[in-house]
């Protein structure tokens, strides 16, 4: 009998008995469940405390906040999941609709922009979707109205972001407009070339990097495939240099150099090797490798060295070889050979080489010389030299400190140290008796207050000197008091230019700032208009200056992207894209040629690697068209005291180790200066792609005709592991392209191991084929007298700077036969 007042048995077996929270879970989660939630909350609340951290300095630096907003968000959802709490989820979800309505508003719809801001937020937020983080609150998410509610909030936000985003800034190089087509054939060709092989680096003196040839066309181009490959490489295995070398082609054969100072002859139809001639008798290479090679044929002669090929190794010697055999030259310099390191002051390993291939004209060889960017005050000279191109003997020297000296500098002497140096392709023409020269700066680069008059009058500058003399004819100075190292990098391109007062020959001078410049190749005289535009001024340092103004070529298109903004920071993930604005931030940065100075790091855009460089400028003579690959790439360099430098203990470069001169000890300065490429700490660029396009211009009327990304994304990516994604990024790019008259481009240059054939009239891809190593080099074409076929070759050989995967092969594609 139940005791007066209890309750019955039965009801209180139906009572139920209320259970805390903490006692739930451990009911209900097992252990892996637990691990797997708090390693989920570990991870929101890691990075909320690294983007909350890095917001923070963005934002006390002038940044946007949503790093510092978006930080905290993840900090507090990473406690709510860590505690089980049901809002960690809906708040992390909120968190995905503020972002991507920021980044919709800051960018737009492009997909590369969104790339960064909005994958990671969203592939992390599948974490939460796991059963052990989901379980309790979550299911409001997850539930009949929770999923159509997020969905509908992602909707609106992607449309008030889109409304509300701002309008770019316009690319300098669209502020010609794009012209509606391409320009018809010309009357009369830019310039008259005919030979179905390629003598010269860029096929003609005046450099045109124009083929003839027609067999190739936008409707049979498709068909190429792999003729022939030819190994170029060391003995031992792997690679140690690139390969960049453009062939030239005479007879049924093709001559080049390679990265480890060998000259090579190829049998034109097959690729097989007939002589290989080491230029350095074993010595390792140094400094930028060589990228080309002269022929020569001595008037009159038969016999051995009657036709002879004429290199520079990096030693530096000028070498003369039998064009049949491979065997040095005996009338040529001593045994073969000038030492071009005579009258040159000393240097250290690696401070001076010939990179570019020497330029014939009137039977002389003519030489520049390399020297590293930003390493030391008082360096090697950069004299210009011809010498004969039968004997070897010493025909001229060009040293801008002693201008009306033409020979050697009396014994004891040497050539003057530190003056500007030409180390790119060099053009000639017969006619005029002139041989143009791409100039650079005197070292170093980010200082100019020990510079001279005469280095002042002719660095940065593209110069005319006379063929018989060496004597100055006239230059032309493409940046003024250059303290950013624009150098000229490219060919001087010579073509006859239709004008309102009858064709005029002309010059074509692409730069690294992106600006194109063109000149009467005979007085110097503008033919489009350059106008003097105000530059950005500032505090320097003691001894420095600037020009008020800069030379700009504003009836062609500008090589390079519009003023840079924080939002077009880039990196892989939101935390390194955080990293670059802080960087940006921090930066000085006044738009193109903003000063360097001390006090802190600055942005210059273009950086040292273009604009265009080396690859140069192609121009088909048929249209009227000009074509360039080109990079928009900053570099950050900062300014320190020689004190601060000796503590950083700045170290000697020949700017060929991966990212290039990051060192910049400017011995015998106040100052050195530390920089490279604007990279993420990924390794990742911190600009948004693309970095390296192509384009082509109507000379004629000034107009662009087109411009698209260069290079896929499937051999880069963060700490260079490839991404093998197939997807049009615009990589950086080294080396050129050739146009033909069958109206193909054929270009490599990119970071994808790809050589492609575009459409010159629309840029239209047409073809493309997978390289054994990076194709930057500028390829060349030719008609094989064996068989008749039209051959396309491009080394295989990459770039270290870059990064860009080496290689040792010459790759040849034709038609199959």
């Known amino acids: 009998m139940a005791a007066s007042g209890s309750a019955p048995e039965s009801t209180l077996m139906k009572t139920k008995v209320a259970v805390p929270p903490s006692a739930r879970t451990a009911v209900r989660d097992g252990p892996m469940a637990i691990w797997t939630r708090r390693a989920v909350a570990s991870l929101l609340v890691l ?69 960064p801001r909005l994958l990671a937020p969203f592939v992390l937020g599948l974490a939460l979707l796991l059963p052990p983080v989901r379980s309790g609150g979550p299911r409001r998410l997850t539930g009949a109205w929770g999923w159509p509610a997020f969905a509908g909030a992602l909707i609106f936000a992607v449309v008030a972001g889109g409304a509300l985003h701002p309008e770019a800034p316009a690319e300098p190089i669209l502020r010609r407009g794009v012209a509606e087509r391409a320009p018809g054939t010309l009357p009369q060709p830019l310039a008259q070339i005919t030979g179905e092989d390629w003598p010269s680096f860029g096929n003609d003196q005046g450099g045109t990097r124009f083929s003839p040839l027609t067999d190739l066309t936008p409707q049979n181009v498709g068909k190429l495939e792999v003729a022939w490959e030819a190994e170029t490489g060391p003995d031992t295995p792997g690679p140690a240099t690139a390969l960049e070398a453009t062939p030239i082609m005479v007879g049924d054969a093709l001559y080049l150099c390679d990265g480890h100072n060998r000259v090579l002859a190829l049998d034109a139809e097959t690729g097989r090797e007939r002589w290989r001639h080491d230029m350095s008798n074993g010595t390792p290479p140094s400094g930028k490798p060589c990228r080309g090679v002269a022929h020569y044929r001595v008037p009159n002669a038969t016999g051995m060295c009657a036709t002879r090929i004429i290199a520079a190794s990096q030693t530096p010697e000028l070498i003369a070889l039998d064009a049949a055999t491979g065997k040095p030259c005996t009338d040529f310099g001593k045994g073969g050979r000038v030492d071009l390191r005579e009258g040159i002051s000393t240097y250290p390993a690696g401070q001076y080489y010939v990179s570019s291939a020497p330029q014939i004209i009137r039977g002389k060889a003519v030489v520049g010389g390399g020297i590293p960017d930003g390493q030391f005050w008082g360096g090697p000279s950069g004299v210009i030299r011809a010498f004969d191109a039968r004997t070897g003997e010493l025909s001229w020297a060009f040293d801008p400190g002693h ?5 050697a500098p009396p014994a004891g002497e040497t050539y003057t140290p530190s003056s500007p140096n030409s180390w790119a392709p060099i053009s000639a023409d017969e006619a005029l008796g002139l041989v143009y020269l791409p100039m650079g700066n005197a070292t170093p680069d980010n200082f100019g207050g020990l510079r001279r008059p005469f280095d002042e009058e002719v660095s940065s500058a593209v110069i005319a000197l006379d063929a018989e003399t060496g004597r100055l004819r006239w230059r032309f100075q493409a940046t003024h008091h250059d303290i950013w190292d624009y150098d000229t990098p490219s060919q001087p391109t010579l073509v006859d230019m239709p004008t309102a007062n009858g064709v005029r020959p002309a010059l074509i001078q692409p730069t690294k700032r992106g600006e194109i410049f063109v000149l009467d190749r005979e007085t110097g005289q503008q033919i489009k208009p350059v106008t003097e535009v105000a530059a950005p001024q500032g505090d320097l340092g003691p001894g420095e200056r600037l020009s008020p103004t800069q030379p700009a070529s504003l009836d062609l298109p500008a090589f390079r992207g519009a003023t840079l903004r924080e939002s077009d920071m880039w990196g892989a993930t939101p935390v390194d894209q955080m990293l670059c604005r802080i960087l940006f931030r921090q930066s000085r940065y006044e738009g193109h040629l903003t ?45 320190v005291t020689r004190k601060v430098a000796n503590r950083r203990k700045l170290k000697l470069s020949d700017g060929q180790s991966p990212g ?47 411009s698209k990304p260069l290079g896929t994304a499937r051999d880069t990516g963060p700490f260079n592991i490839p991404s093998m994604l197939p997807l049009t990024v615009g990589t950086p790019v080294s080396g050129g392209a050739v146009t033909t008259r069958g109206g193909l481009v054929f270009v490599g240059a990119s970071m994808d191991r790809t050589f492609r054939a575009l459409d010159a009239a629309t840029g239209r891809e047409l073809w493309q084929a997978r390289l054994p190593g990076g194709g930057n080099a500028t390829p060349m074409t030719y008609r094989s007298p064996v068989s008749g076929r039209q051959f396309v070759v491009v080394a295989a050989g990459g770039k270290p700077p870059l990064t860009i995967s080496l290689g040792t092969k010459l790759v040849a594609y034709a038609l199959p036969r």
Do not use: H
């Open 660 to 706: 290039g001169d990051a060192d910049r000890p400017m011995l015998n300065t106040p100052y050195g200066a530390y920089g490279g490429l604007f990279m993420s700490p990924l390794g990742v660029p911190c600009t948004a792609p693309p970095w390296g396009l192509i384009a082509a211009v109507d000379l004629s009327s000034g107009r662009l005709l087109w």
């Open 595 to 639: 000063p360097i100075t001390l006090g802190k790091p600055v942005l210059i855009d273009p950086g040292s690697v273009g604009g265009v460089n080396w690859g140069s400028a192609s121009i088909d003579v048929d249209r009227g068209i000009m074509v360039a690959n080109w990079m928009r790439f900053p570099d950050r360099v900062e300014l």
């Open 403 to 407: 201008p009306d000296r033409i020979g």
């Open 47 to 115: 990075i909320g405390l690294g983007l909350a951290a890095g917001g923070a300095v963005l934002a006390w630096s002038g940044g946007s906040p949503y790093y510092l907003l978006t930080g905290i968000a993840l900090l507090a959802s990473g406690v709510l999941v860590w505690r089980r709490d049901q809002r960690g989820v809906p708040l992390f979800a909120a968190m995905l609709v503020w972002t991507t309505a920021w980044a919709v508003w800051e960018v737009g719809f492009d997909p590369w922009q969104l790339l």
